[in-house]
């Protein structure tokens, strides 16, 4: 079963816009990873936030967690055509090694 | 190697037909996942190792459904009796030992069950 649901499940953007995703998940985790996905392809992972953490930056990616209310968002910043993709986030459990994916948004950047 | 490599990348199957999907994770990685991802859905993991020892098999979706990584590297999941509903895209992931680091995924095996 998903641990985890995106919202929205999907987002049309003009390019430069920013887009943001959200995720929540059920139970306590270790850490929350996002990962991007292209049609046909395998999953590429784009940034691991930590448990105590609560914002990460790389590039222009922006994410944040709320552990008091399980989720996390995605910030994806002057969008570009080539962001077009599916992002899932996945959660790493207390305790566990093992990543459980969520339900994904299927992102589009309009040239 | 460069990447996690899995291979057949396609495979038809006819229903009843039993099926091997090969994974060769990247050299070194103590952590191997399998994921089962239908069109339009998240990825659904499907069992986890560390080394040669399967930790959590609670995924996998029924008895057809056998992983192994005899030797703690390269991983095949087979699936007897393949039906309909296991069409799907099949991915393997590693990663470095510990939870907090990121997970390399192969391209995926496509499995069509006809």
């Known amino acids: 079963s998903q641990q985890g649901e995106e919202d929205p499940q999907a987002l049309s953007i003009q390019e430069g816009e920013n887009a943001t995703m959200n995720c929540s998940y059920k139970?306590?985790?270790?850490?929350l990873q996002w990962y991007r996905q292209n049609s046909g392809r395998g999953l590429v992972h784009l940034i691991l936030?930590?448990?105590?953490?609560r914002e990460k930056h790389s590039g222009r990616l922006r994410v944040t967690l709320d552990t008091s209310k399980k989720s996390s968002s995605l910030l994806i910043t002057a969008s570009r055509a080539a962001d077009t993709a599916s992002y899932f986030c996945?959660?790493?459990?207390?305790?566990?090694?093992?990543?459980?994916f969520g339900t994904g948004t299927r992102l589009t950047v309009i040239p | 190697g460069a990447g996690v490599s899995q291979s057949p990348r396609y495979k038809v199957a006819k229903r009843g037909q039993d099926v091997a999907l090969r994974c060769d994770p990247i050299s070194g990685h103590v952590s191997l996942f399998w994921y089962q991802q239908a069109l339009g859905q998240g990825p659904e993991f499907l069992t986890y190792?560390?080394?040669?020892?399967?930790?959590?098999k609670s995924g996998l979706p029924s008895d057809r459904f056998f992983a192994e990584r005899p030797e703690g590297s390269v991983s095949t999941l087979k699936i007897q009796r393949t039906q309909q509903e296991d069409s799907a895209v099949y991915l393997c992931?590693?990663?470095?030992?510990?939870?907090?680091?990121?997970?390399?995924f192969g391209q995926g095996t496509r499995l069509t069950v006809v």
């Open positions: 992931a590693s990663n470095l030992r510990g939870r907090n680091t990121e997970a390399f």
């Open positions: 139970t306590s985790i270790n850490n």
């Open positions: 936030i930590r448990s105590n953490e």
């Open positions: 190792f560390q080394n040669e020892a399967q930790l959590d």
């Open positions: 996945a959660t790493v459990l207390t305790g566990a090694n093992n990543l459980f």
